[in-house]
């Protein structure tokens, strides 16, 4: 794996940046001490998007879920069971 140094990668960021991209990552050093990777994006990095509702359909919440008695509540912060 091909291993720069900091100034070089500096001047040269685009052509690194462009190989990196079509797959042949590389090193970038300070002083000789290898500091940071450089990988390309993998295809599922870059094309996943959070959807909204994904699961819509595979579980039922009931109506009145929200709903609870009031004497659950207190038995509840009684420690009593509801």
């Given at each position: 794996?091909?291993?720069?140094?900091?100034?070089?990668?500096?001047?040269?960021?685009?052509?690194?940046?462009?190989?990196?991209?079509q797959g042949e990552a590389f090193i970038i050093a300070k002083a000789g001490k290898p500091m940071v990777k450089v990988i390309p994006l993998g295809k599922t990095e870059t094309g996943t998007v959070s959807r909204l509702g994904f699961m819509a359909g595979e579980f039922s919440v009931p109506d009145d879920f929200d709903q609870m008695s009031d004497d659950g509540i207190a038995g509840m912060f009684e420690g009593k069971a509801a």
């Open positions: 794996m091909l291993t720069v140094n900091i100034h070089d990668a500096k001047t040269q960021l685009s052509r690194l940046v462009e190989q990196a991209a």
